[in-house]
């Protein structure tokens, strides 16, 4: 078992350009999480799928972030235009609960995330 | 907001069984309690939930009180690779509700 895969592990970018964080969740797994972590905010729940489909996207912080989940192995968090305030740790989890439960079972080692 | 109240911090020796406790005073009748860690520049880890009884798992023991007011999460013996900050977390299962994270507990597990 892989776990949790995301990519890339780490990114520094400017200010104004596009990131595209990545996460692969683990097989058979049907619900997938995005979280955000910083030392002011702790850890918090961006978005959570359930096979594919997304189900609570509350915690997205403004329209310059989306994600998508286009089929069971892949999901993409993308912020356009990214700013400095948007540097975190982004985490990616899954589930293989069923139905619309919304407990992370298993996280990714997280993306570490700099915008200048 | 989280609805549980954990120590900033805690200290154990090596080898010994670390008792580390939360309080979840306004838990209600069909939330469960969940505890996951996180090490260092990783992810959170799931730990153990349960709702009422005892569990018990290769990782850790969770007690829960009669009145369910508070749990403890009990590393039998403790390693160094342990030290970590462990949160304490209620919540319905297979309900829509987010799972919170507080500030958790920072344990060092000391040689």
């Known amino acids: 078992d892989a776990g949790v895969i995301q990519s890339p592990r780490h990114e520094v970018t400017e200010m104004g350009q596009e990131v595209t964080l990545r996460c692969k969740p683990i097989?058979?797994?049907?619900?997938l999480f995005w979280y955000r972590q910083t030392m002011m905010r702790g850890l918090e729940l961006l978005i959570y799928?359930?096979?594919?489909?997304?189900?609570?996207d509350s915690g997205m912080p403004e329209d310059r972030f989306s994600a998508k989940m286009p089929n069971a192995s892949f999901s993409t968090l993308k912020i356009q235009p990214s700013e400095p305030r948007d540097s975190a740790v982004y985490f990616c989890?899954?589930?293989?609960?069923?139905?619309?439960?919304?407990?992370?079972?298993?996280f990714g080692d997280g993306t570490r995330l700099s915008i200048l | 907001d989280a609805k549980t109240t954990q120590p900033p911090s805690m200290d154990c020796a090596e080898g010994r069984a670390a008792n580390l406790p939360c309080n979840h005073s306004?838990?209600?009748?069909?939330?469960?309690v969940y505890w996951y860690r996180q090490i260092h520049s990783q992810g959170p880890q799931y730990i153990i939930h349960?709702?009422?009884n005892n569990e018990t798992n290769e990782m850790a023991s969770l007690i829960i009180t009669e009145d369910r007011k508070s749990s403890t999460l009990i590393l039998p013996h403790a390693t160094l690779r342990d030290t970590a900050v462990y949160y304490c977390?209620?919540?319905?299962?297979?309900?829509?509700?987010?799972?919170?994270f507080g500030k958790g507990t920072k344990l060092t597990v000391n040689p």
């Open positions: 989890a899954s589930s293989p609960d069923r139905g619309r439960a919304t407990q992370p079972q298993h």
């Open positions: 097989s058979g797994h049907n619900s």
């Open positions: 799928f359930n096979n594919n489909v997304p189900i609570d």
């Open positions: 306004t838990i209600s009748g069909n939330e469960y």
């Open positions: 349960g709702l009422k």
């Open positions: 977390i209620v919540r319905a299962q297979g309900g829509s509700e987010k799972l919170v």
